[in-house]
Structures are given as structure tokens and as C-alpha cells.
């Protein structure tokens, strides 16, 4: 049972390198999700999808951008990595009706 | 603004003793409260949805009830291997894809 996967699982980049995070699931959900996981903060939304070639801002999208080509994936980028960017994050998608979403293990990324 | 908050933000129970997380939430409706339990180095993973106050789910030690301001999430005689984070999380009414306010959890040590 795979679920939601991200790859990869760590990363260290540099000041004002780029990079992008995958998520994949294969569970046939509609909607998906990128979340920051940072100490005493909690799980903050990033962007959101609600059906393939859709994105939405979350509560902190600055510094983001995602896309979302196939049902399967959700990219997240950051075109210009920033050491506040450093954080866990993790991926997580769920059907239409009121159902729990299902995460990923998340990936581990530090910027230098 | 929806706010969640849960208290103790860390627990530390002996082997068979007793005890209840509690969740607090600030929100105009509730579509649902979820409980999840975080295991370090890992992503979040469901326990419970509960829908509405008086409602109550069970899950081996673990039992979660609602009010219309809080949940508890009682767990009885632990063991060690329930140590982890849990969190809880609200889906506010309106809006799109299902969004959840988390929030920051508690941590849970359970001693021999």
C-alpha cells in the first residue's frame, strides 16, 4: 500500500537555488495538498489542488509555487530558496466528501 | 479566524496510567475534527473523525469525544508503544478542498 509518496525524503540546498518536491498517490483522490511542518507552529498549509490543471494559495504560499498536470502528482517549487524556508514538509491528498487526508512522510529540507 | 489549541503540549505517563489530550477549537461550524498520531521522522496518520457534540470513537486504547468547543482524546492504561505527537485538526465550513486548521499538538511519553 503505497499511498502518498514524496521523494526526496532530504535535501540541503544553498541561498538562491531552486528545487522541486514530488508527490505522488494512488488513491484516485481529487484533492491534494502541501503543508510546512515547523517546531511550535503545527502543520501550515502551503497551496491546495481540488482536481487535476487546479492550485490554490493556503495560509502561507509566499515563496511557493505548485502545479498540478496529473491527478497522481502535486509539485511544489521554490524558485529561490531562502534560509525561512527551512522545514519539513509534507504532501497529503483526500477525497471530495468530509474524509481525513492521508499524508505523506514528508521531506526533510534545509537551506544554507 | 479558526484557531485550534491543544494542551498539555507534553504528557508523560507511566505504563497503565490513565490520562485525556485535550483539543480546544474556535470555529463558526464545524464540518469535522480529526485526531491524528505523528510518529517522529514520520507523517501525520488518522486515528478519528468525529462530526458532531456527543459523538464518541474507540479505537483500541484510544477513545476521542466532542463537545461543541473541545475534544478529548482519552487513552487508557498506555503503553509504551503509544508514545507519539497527536494532533488535532478542524475542517471550518464553506470554502474549498476540504482545508484543516491544525494544531500544535501534544507530545506523549509512555514509561515502563
Known amino acids: 500500500n503505497a499511498g502518498v509518496t514524496q521523494t526526496p525524503k532530504f535535501r540541503v540546498l544553498k541561498t538562491g537555488q531552486s528545487m522541486t518536491l514530488l508527490c505522488a498517490q494512488d488513491m484516485n483522490h481529487e484533492y491534494m495538498y502541501w503543508y510546512r511542518q515547523d517546531p511550535g507552529m503545527g502543520l501550515r498549509l502551503i497551496h491546495y489542488?481540488?482536481?487535476?490543471?487546479?492550485?490554490a494559495k493556503g495560509e502561507v504560499p509566499d515563496g511557493y509555487n505548485v502545479s498540478r498536470l496529473k491527478k497522481q502528482n502535486f509539485l511544489l517549487g521554490l524558485e529561490s530558496a531562502a534560509p525561512s524556508q527551512t522545514s519539513v514538509y509534507f504532501c497529503?491528498?483526500?477525497?471530495?466528501?468530509?474524509?481525513?487526508?492521508?499524508f505523506g512522510d514528508g521531506t526533510r529540507l534545509s537551506i544554507l | 479566524e479558526d484557531q485550534v489549541t491543544q494542551s498539555p503540549e507534553a504528557l508523560r505517563l507511566q505504563e497503565g496510567e490513565s490520562s485525556s489530550l485535550n483539543c480546544s477549537y474556535t470555529?463558526?461550524?464545524?464540518?469535522?475534527l480529526f485526531w491524528y498520531r505523528q510518529d517522529p521522522g514520520k507523517g501525520p496518520e488518522f486515528l478519528f473523525t468525529l462530526y458532531s457534540a456527543g459523538e464518541e470513537k474507540e479505537k483500541e486504547r484510544l477513545k476521542a469525544t466532542l463537545t461543541k468547543k473541545e475534544s478529548f482524546l482519552h487513552i487508557t492504561a498506555p503503553k509504551p508503544e503509544d508514545s507519539a505527537t497527536y494532533l488535532c485538526?478542524?475542517?471550518?465550513?464553506?470554502?474549498?478542498?476540504?482545508?484543516?486548521?491544525f494544531g500544535t499538538g501534544t507530545q506523549l511519553k509512555v514509561e515502563l
Open positions: 470555529v463558526s461550524g464545524l464540518r469535522g
Open positions: 485538526a478542524v475542517q471550518p465550513p464553506g470554502g474549498g478542498g476540504n482545508k484543516l486548521t
Open positions: 497529503a491528498s483526500s477525497s471530495r466528501q468530509i474524509q481525513p487526508q492521508h
Open positions: 489542488s481540488v482536481g487535476e490543471g487546479t492550485t
